[in-house]
């Protein structure tokens, strides 16, 4: 039997997340193939819906799997999505999945992230671009979003500092509204202490949200356009939560340059970022030297693979 606590708990969250969604009664109803009547009453406490309605209002609301499960704790229901570690060999066909896309992206960098934008793994060709970075920033878990912004980082050769800056930054913010974390908000007080001042006039150039990250490296400039990749049929959380951030070349220049770098085989970091939350596996990281020293550490290239296996959606800041 539901207790008194656990119907309040559900028509508050329901209710948060609702008007996190800026969605009325109404449309959630339509959305969920109920009434306004029955949402109203769930909201209100005077219903508790059974456990398959608070996964359509959950899926019509578009909670994140993570969300979904605490939902059906309010009503009093067992959590339906499982929570795989990343290791588990269980995800091992994700985990050959996202290392051939990772590959298949060389010559161009592309990493993997999970809901924090902490570093799960990232290609050859990515490790390439953090040459000159504190090996502070490197150590694990690694902050991609920090790994750019940080004056340690990459930020003193990012030409566009000040527009791009605030690309990423405000693509956080609005992840941060729409599915609230505790480590997202830290991230973007942290980052927005260290970037400059955002442009009141960016200039006849600007775009919008489609800005590109122009990158100076070596003697040369790169511009790169970024893509954001997930899974958007998975039913684990683990799997829900990773996405794939891979940047393009926006011209035959910075694909030259980027074919060039990798064929070299550049170093990779000194100090190779480990698994995020306590054990989570990495999935292309930098083999350790016969010799133990990782300053000497030298990743290869990976071979390349079909274009077809790399789904852009559309363009995201990291």
Do not use: K
Not at 136 to 148: K, Y
Not at 226 to 238: P, S
């Amino acid at each position: 039997m539901t207790g008194t606590s656990e119907r309040d708990g559900l028509a508050g969250v329901l209710r948060e997340w609702r008007g996190r969604r800026g969605v009325s009664q109404l449309d959630l109803a339509l959305r969920a193939g109920t009434t306004q009547r029955h949402v109203s009453f769930i909201e209100s406490g005077r219903s508790l819906p059974g456990r398959a309605m608070v996964v359509r209002l959950a899926e019509s609301l578009e909670i994140p799997l993570r969300e979904r499960n605490a939902l059906l704790l309010a009503a009093g229901y067992a959590p339906a999505y499982p929570e795989t570690r990343l290791g588990d060999p269980v995800l091992r066909p994700v985990r050959t999945a996202l290392e051939g896309v990772l590959r298949g992206h060389q010559p161009y960098p592309a990493v993997i992230v999970d809901r924090h934008s902490d570093l799960v793994s990232a290609n050859d060709a990515f490790w390439a671009l953090t040459e000159g970075v504190a090996p502070p920033l490197l150590a694990p878990p690694l902050s991609v979003p920090r790994l750019f912004l940080d004056p340690r980082g990459m930020a003193p050769r990012i030409v566009n500092l000040d527009v791009w800056a605030w690309h990423v930054i405000d693509h956080l913010r609005l992840e941060a509204v729409r599915n609230p974390r505790d480590r997202l908000s830290e991230l973007l007080t942290e980052l927005t202490a260290l970037v400059p001042e955002r442009p009141r006039h960016p200039g006849p150039d600007h775009l919008g949200f489609a800005v590109p990250l122009r990158l100076r490296l070596g003697g040369g400039e790169l511009r790169l356009l970024t893509t954001l990749t997930h899974f958007g049929t998975a039913v684990d959380v683990t799997v829900a939560e990773l996405r794939m951030e891979a940047f393009l070349p926006a011209d035959a220049e910075t694909a030259s340059a980027l074919t060039a770098l990798t064929g070299l085989g550049r170093p990779a970091p000194a100090t190779p970022p480990g698994p995020p939350d306590g054990g989570t596996a990495r999935l292309n990281t930098p083999p350790e030297p016969p010799d133990g020293d990782a300053a000497r550490r030298v990743t290869p290239p990976g071979p390349p693979g079909e274009a077809a296996t790399r789904r852009a959606a559309g363009p995201s800041p990291v």
